[in-house]
């Protein structure tokens, strides 16, 4: 039996209805933006496994690096113990980070590093004496799957079956130059001596659809938060690490973030690591004689060994200058194609930030998740050999930035070829 049908019998994948999705195909190898499957195809990875590559698969220096590292520890327990792994992860992290953030805070994935980060915030105010309890957040917001990131994440087909369970968050639209207005009011409405934290994904909602907005007219709400004394939560989760261009996506904005949440391409997309960063402001809150004012929060795979010296290794790939100039060739690249697309009439809403292309293909249904359109488009892209996994009808390139131009102008062609067979 193969990889796929063995998978067939024992296991359950995420975001896939199992009755109707197609086998998985057994990936057994990854090379730069390649993967390879059990039968020796090759598959070009568009959309970097899940938007964590950055730097390619299985790139040798951060195997050398993980493989030195399990030789020497693994992983220990964090709480009472320390390893130079994380401290030196922590103190080379902070300086490169947005803003003044002092801290570092480790966890597992995206959503812990969510979750962390609204128990920092929630119990900064609980630990200053000062009821505010309030969440704000975007439309189409997403944050995680975890009960507390799905609570700060938009209303959605993600969240429906739990929606009477979520906490209540409110919801505001992102910012144009026209609509600051309306959504200081929606603030002031709200009392903004009530709000407790504003959690935002800057410049680009990923999984909502890869929306993207402006840096100004977020600076001046960010601003306008900032002097009503609402905490601001960046989830730089997927902006991180150089996918809008710039280091992070807070570089574009002059107001700085209090908590910053990392993941994804923190370790190069190799192993799983979160981290929740937080200002010297923050931290001091839960300094105290008492016990009760601890941030009672830690998983038990808290600074893993491993993983703080995978991020170390990809830290190094990512402050090399020849990174920023891949993300700049592939930006350039992008802008070609937008051109070339903006001839297509059956493609709308063309759009680029950084290494991140995306726009909507225009259909009879819905612009949404459920667009039955993504089926059709993931099968055509799989049998071309191409890993690209529309958001309904929404269609997106994210790609590490080891892809070369002739990997992307594969890409584009397929795309292109794809979009010419509609309408
Ligand atoms: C992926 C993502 C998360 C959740 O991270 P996981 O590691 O998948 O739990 C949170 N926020 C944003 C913006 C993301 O893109």
Redesign the pocket.
Known sequence: MTWSERDQQVIWHPYTQMQTAPAPIGIIRGEGASLFDEAGNSYLDATSSW?VNIHGHAHPYIAQKLATQAMQLQHCIFAGYTHPAAVELAERLLPVLPGRQSRVFYSD???TA?EVALKMALQYWENKGIRKQKILAFHHA????TFG?MSVSSRSVFTAPFDDLLFEVHFIDTPTPDNLPQLKAAIENLGPDSIAAFIF?PLLQ??GGMLMYEADALDQLLQYCKQQQILLIA?E??TGFGRTGKNFAMENVATAPDIMCL??GLTGGALALGVTTCTAAIYDAFLSESKLKTLFHGHSFTANALACTVALASLDLFLQPECAQQRDRIHAQHQQFLQRLAAVGTVKHTRLLGTVLAFEIVTPGQDAYTNQLADELHRFFRAKRIMLRPLGNTLYILPPYCITNEELERVYESILEFVGTMG
Do not use: F, R, T, V
């Not at 997403?142 to 799957?145: E, I, L, P």
């Open positions: 938007w994935n995206g959503s969510i997403y944050h995680g799957d990131a994904e990923g999984a989830d989760i997927l993941s994804k």
